[in-house]
C-alpha cells in the first residue's frame, strides 16, 4: 500500500447524507474479477445525469469527495473503495462512516476522515461558492482546510499509522504467527470443520 | 464485573491482545472460526494470495457457494451473461486450485451463503463467522459473533485465519411482549431502523434481548440479525437456548456424543450476566407492534402499515428533510398518501432476510385458497436448494404456483439483481428484502420492504396490505405466524 501524509486536490462537495454503496458503485459492476478499472463504475446511475456534480468541471477533476452524514453504507463491497480511487479521490470526508467503508478505505489507502457536520457545511459553501478550490488533507497534523476554513479531523489510530506508514496489513500479522498457531491448539474438539464434508456430494 | 455475550465471544477468540488501552488501543487479533466465501467479493483476494505466493491456512475452516450472479431459471444451461459466468468459474477455478469446499448451482447444498451455512449446522453458538458480505450478521442469531468484511480482510482471513479488530460498543435491544398475528420479525427489525437510524448502531454490536425474542423461531431471530447491518451495526446477536440448541441437534455439522454435551455445556454460558452493563439500551414494545413498511430509499425510512407516508416537513434536521425529498420524488410518492393505497407490481419473496422455510410457510399460508391480483407479478426464490426441496416435499411449490406466483431455484436474485431477476425503471416492488436502496433491485426500480405475510397479502390485494386487510374468512391460518 502507497503511504499516505498530506494530499491537496480539488473539492467536490456532495450535499446528501446516507451515500450508499449500490450509488457508488451498482451490483452489476461487481461481476469482474480484476481489482482495477472502476472508475467509470463509480456513482455510474447519478453520473447519467448531467447536472450530477461530477460532470461538471471544475468537479470532475476532484480528488476530495466532501458527503453528508452516513456515507458508504450498505453492503461490503470493497469495490466502492476501488472505484473511487480508480475516479482519483485520496480522501472522503464526511461526519459518520459506514464502518465497513471505512474499514475498507484503510486497507487501500483511502483516507476516511471523520470532520464535524458544522465544519462539512463550512466546507461545502467554499466549495460552492468558488469551484475548484483546493482542499488539503493533513493525516500528520489530522487537520483539513478549504479556503479559511480549517478543521480537524478524527481517524483511528492505528488505521493512521498503518496510512503513514503503507503498511501491509497480512505481512504484519503473520509476525505473530506462532501466536496463532498456539492459538489454534486450544481450540475445542466441538468447533465444526468443513472438511470433511458431512453431506452428500451431488 | 460480568460480561456481555459480544465480550465473552470476543474474548474466547483473541489471539493477541492489542498494546494500549483506551481510545488509543491497537486492535486484537482475534481467531476467526468459519469463513463463508462467495463468487463475488472472493476473486481478488483469491489472486492476492496467488500474487505472494501465499497459501490458504485453514481450507477446513472454510466453505464456497454460488449465490449472488446465479440465475433461477433454466440452472442446467451455461449462464447466459458472459461476465456472471466468468466470475462464477473463477470462483470454480480458485476453489479447486487452493483446495475449498464448493457447493455449486445444482448442487443439494448450493444457495445463499447465509442460508447454507447455519442449514449445514456449520454456524454455532459463540464462533467467529466472517463472509465478504455484509449480511453476515444473519449468523449472530445463533450467539455467533459474525460480521461483514471487505475484499483485502478476506483474503487476510484466507491468509492468517485471524482478523485485527477494535473493541466494539455494545448496544441492546430489548423488545418485550408478544406479537400479535400477522406481525413479525422483519416488523422488530425495520421499527429498529426506523428507531435508531442507518447510522444508529454503527461502532456497536447488538444484542437482541427479551420475551419477544426468545419466543422466536430461529428462522426469525436470523431475519432480525440479518438487518443489524442497515442499522450500521457490525454485528447483531441473540443469546442461545433451547430453540438454537434444537435447531442444531442433528444438523450435518453440529457435534456429536460428547462433543454435543462439551458444546451444549460451553453454550450456556453465552449470555450476558446479569451485573454486565451495555453502552446503550433501546426498548421496543412488542405488545403495540404493527406490520411495517418502508416508504423511502433507506431502511431507516420506515413507517407502520396503517399510517401515511410522511412529508418532508415532518424531519426536523435539514439533513433528513432533504434526503426525504428526494427519496420522494424516486419513489413517486406524495406525502400523506396512505401507505395502504400504494400499488405494487412486483413481489418478491426471497433474499437471506426472508427466504427460510418458515418464510415460505407463512406466505404460502396467507394465499392458499385465494387469486393472485393479476396486474401482480410474484417471484418466489428459496434462499437454498435445501429449502426449495423442503417446500416441495410439503406442497408449497404448489400452493404458489397454483396461486400464479413464479417458483425459481435457489439465490439472492432480486435482492441486488446481479442476475437477470431486475426491477424496470419505475417499477414498484413490494419485497422481503433487506435494502430499498435507489437502483438496487433493477435500474429506476422503486423498493418498499415488507414481511412475507404483507408480501403474500400484497400480492392478493396488488395494494401494499397487511394480512388482517384479507377477509376474515381464512384468517383461521394466522395462528401459528405470529412468530
Known sequence: ?202 | MGKTLAEKVWDAHVVRKGEGEGANAQPDLLFIDLHLVHEVTSPQAFEGLRLAGRKLRRVDLTIATEDHNTPTLDIDKPIADLTSRTQIETLRANCREFGVRLHSLGDKEQGIVHVVGPQLGLTQPGMTVVCGDSHTSTHGAFGALAMGIGTSEVEHVMATQTLSLKPFKTMAINVEGTLRPGVTAKDIILAVIAKIGTGGGQGYVLEYRGSAIRALSMDARMTICNMSIEAGARAGMVAPDQTTYDYMQGRPHAPEGADWDAAVEYWNTLHTDEDATFDVEVDLDADTLEPFVTWGTNPGQGVSLSAKVPSPEDFGDENAKAAAERALSYMGLEAGTPMKDIRVDTVFLGSCTNSRIEDLRAAADIIRGREKDPKVRMLVVPGSARVRLEAEAEGLDKVFKEFGAEWRFAGCSMCLGMNPDQLEPGERCASTSNRNFEGRQGKGGRTHLVSPVVAAATAVRGTLSSPSDLESASTGTLTGIAV
Open chain 1, 1 to 202: 500500500m502507497e503511504a499516505f501524509t498530506t494530499h491537496t486536490g480539488i473539492g467536490v462537495p456532495l450535499r446528501q447524507s446516507n451515500v450508499d454503496t449500490d450509488q457508488i458503485i451498482p451490483a452489476v459492476y461487481l461481476k469482474r474479477i480484476t481489482r482495477t478499472g472502476f472508475e467509470d463504475a463509480l456513482f455510474a446511475a447519478w453520473r447519467k445525469d448531467e447536472s450530477f456534480i461530477l460532470n461538471q468541471a471544475p468537479f470532475n477533476a476532484g480528488s476530495v469527495l466532501v458527503a453528508g452524514p452516513d456515507f458508504g453504507t450498505g453492503s461490503s463491497r470493497e469495490h466502492a473503495v476501488w472505484a473511487l480511487k480508480d475516479y482519483g479521490f485520496k480522501a472522503v470526508l464526511s461526519s459518520r462512516f459506514a464502518d465497513i467503508f471505512r474499514g475498507n478505505s484503510g486497507k487501500q489507502g483511502l483516507l476516511a476522515a471523520q470532520v464535524a457536520q458544522d465544519d462539512i457545511e463550512l466546507i461545502w459553501k467554499v466549495l460552492e461558492n468558488a469551484p475548484g478550490t483546493e482542499v488539503k488533507v493533513d493525516l500528520v497534523s489530522k487537520t483539513v482546510e478549504c479556503g479559511n476554513v480549517v478543521a480537524t479531523f478524527d481517524i483511528d489510530d492505528y488505521t493512521r499509522w498503518r496510512l503513514l506508514e503503507g503498511l501491509d496489513d497480512i505481512g504484519l500479522t503473520l509476525q505473530h504467527e506462532e501466536d496463532i498457531t498456539a492459538y489454534e491448539a486450544t481450540r475445542p474438539s466441538f468447533k465444526p470443520k468443513t472438511i470433511p464434508a458431512k453431506v452428500e456430494a451431488s
